[in-house]
């Protein structure tokens, strides 16, 4: 289902708390001191300038009550990061929610994270990462049922292309269909899938969720290896061919770039 485009009081409350704030202070200084000067000795104009500087306040408390907003937002990002203990609690999340988990995760990996800005209805880009001079597109998929196919991967790569960007990154709280993987070997394009998803962000927790007492569950949220060629957090795997076949390793999320494995179960 197509998504609405996000409005202009949803993207200020995405933007640190200190944009508002500046806007606020920029609109009031406008109107309090600017316009004065504006008028200068002009009749007509200083009628106008005497008329809208008693409101300067008003775009101060209107920016305030945003910068406010946005630093109480702030802190449910991270409580949203902070919280997830399984991919079931990923897939529970609504797709806002999803969006923002996968944002503050790449945040606290040290990118520079941008919200879209409404380039597409569920076919663009939801968020551009920026870390050491190299641009990244995401497209954020929170799909409970459906695999992610080779299309959208495709139309993802188009972007990324037109876009002069450096990589795409698509993230799903599901599963990669083969032809999608196929795809996307060997292009600047990395699929993060449901179980990748959660060891990244049980990487970047800085609080361990509760334990429910379950030994399990436990062994769950034990923070996973990182890659010993690229230093990605790594995920956990079964052999399915081999003489290791149905034994579980840990393997590299960038698979089939980067081959990194360790032996080993969770």
């Known amino acids: 289902m197509p998504r609405s485009k996000e409005s ?11 944009v508002s704030a500046l806007l606020g202070i920029l609109a009031f200084a406008t109107l309090r ?3 004065p000067i504006w008028a200068g000795t002009d009749n007509s ?13 008003l775009p101060l408390l209107f920016f305030g009550i945003f910068a406010v907003g946005s630093f109480w937002f702030s802190r449910h990002r991270r409580r949203l990061v902070d919280g997830q203990t399984s ?3 990923i897939r529970n999340l609504p797709w806002k929610q999803f969006e923002l988990l996968v944002a503050e995760a790449y945040r606290r990996q040290g990118y520079q994270v941008e919200f879209s800005l409404g380039r597409g209805a569920d ?3 939801d968020l551009t990462l920026r870390r050491d001079g190299r641009t990244s597109l995401v497209q954020c998929k929170q799909w409970k049922v459906f695999s992610v196919g080779a299309p959208v991967v495709r139309e993802m790569f188009g972007v990324m292309t037109a876009e002069h960007a450096d990589e795409t990154i698509i993230v799903t709280s599901g599963k990669f269909t083969r032809d999608a993987q196929d795809f996307a070997a ?9 179980s990748q998803l959660l060891a990244l962000i049980q990487s970047v927790q800085t609080i361990s969720p509760a334990s429910t007492g379950d ?9 996973a290896p990182t890659c010993p060629l690229c230093g990605k957090p790594m995920v956990q795997r079964t052999a399915r061919r081999g003489s290791n076949a149905g034994s579980q390793f840990w393997g590299c999320p ?13």
Request: charged letters at 15%; one cysteine or more.
């Open 8 to 18: 202009n009081a949803e993207l200020l409350l995405k933007l640190p708390w200190w």
């Open 123 to 125: 076919g663009g880009v």
């Open 186 to 194: 060997g292009k600047p394009v990395r699929l993060i899938d449901g």
């Open 33 to 35: 001191w600017g316009a």
């Open 215 to 223: 030994h399990d569950s436990a062994q769950n949220q034990m923070p």
């Open 254 to 266: 960038g698979y089939p770039t980067c081959k990194g494995t360790r032996s080993g179960s969770a």
């Open 45 to 57: 104009r200083l009628m106008f300038s005497k008329g809208i500087v008693p409101l300067a306040p």
């Open 87 to 89: 991919p079931e609690s």
